[in-house]
């Protein structure tokens, strides 16, 4: 049973308009979250991460967002831009140095 | 700039055939994962190793074994590969700390096993 959830398989958004992406997980034992964007032929790279601690996390037009309580998180880009065009991923760690990922989101922005 | 390389951005080998992946980091890493990426099912993890000759199973070791004889280099075996296991590999690293670190990845091999 997968432990990290990525309900939508894909995306499609407005160049300018919010893109929210979404993630649930199970395992209560998670206290560090990450999300990470794909190009097609590329490895992921890492984009924003956010600790158990906080509730929110900020980079530029990157936000996530974290609900502890529903064990769910978001990630917020504003505005959306046709470069962030991108399979993403989010990532869920407990104590130690794995990690447990979604199976990914399709995000496409539309001109 | 840091960097993770894999031997290969596309194989195609037959069934039955011993497949090696490589995997290299510049950056003094500890940690050296293996992952599996397949549609819908995002990436899972075969194996992976937090020091050299140390591995560990992930969540799909199951017909893989990997080798590490050097600190920067991590090697993925095919014994004997099957159709099943056409994919996308792609192999990470990160620091070993108590604190989280993230993981860098390499540009990951496109494997068809016909």
């Known amino acids: 049973d997968q432990q990290v959830k990525q309900n939508s398989p894909s995306l499609s958004v407005q160049e300018g308009r919010i893109s929210i992406l979404n993630c649930d997980y199970t395992?209560?034992?998670?206290?560090?979250f990450l999300w990470y964007k794909k190009y097609p032929a590329e490895g992921p790279t890492f984009l924003i991460s956010?600790?158990?601690?906080?509730d929110k996390n900020e980079d530029g037009r990157f936000t996530v967002f974290l609900n502890k309580s529903a064990k769910h998180l978001s990630l917020h880009i504003v505005p959306s831009q046709p470069g962030d065009s991108a399979v993403y991923f989010c990532a869920a760690g407990d104590a130690g140095n794995m990690l447990t990922f979604g199976g990914g989101t399709r995000l496409m922005v539309k001109p | 700039d840091v960097k993770v390389t894999q031997s290969s951005r596309y194989l195609v080998k037959r069934t039955g055939e011993k497949v090696f992946l490589e995997c290299v980091q510049d950056m003094d890493h500890e940690n050296m994962f293996w992952y599996r990426q397949d549609p819908g099912l995002g990436l899972r993890l075969i194996y992976f190793?937090?020091?050299?000759?140390?591995?560990e199973k992930g969540d799909i070791p199951e017909g893989y074994s990997v080798s590490r004889e050097k600190k920067e280099r991590f090697s993925l075996i095919l014994e004997s590969a099957s159709t099943n296991q056409t994919s996308m590999y792609l192999c990470a690293s990160s620091f070993r700390s108590a604190s989280y670190n993230e993981q860098f990845f390499g540009p990951g091999t496109r494997l068809t096993v016909l």
């Open positions: 395992n209560s034992m998670f206290d560090y």
């Open positions: 190793s937090y020091d050299v000759k140390m591995k």
């Open positions: 956010i600790s158990s601690i906080k």
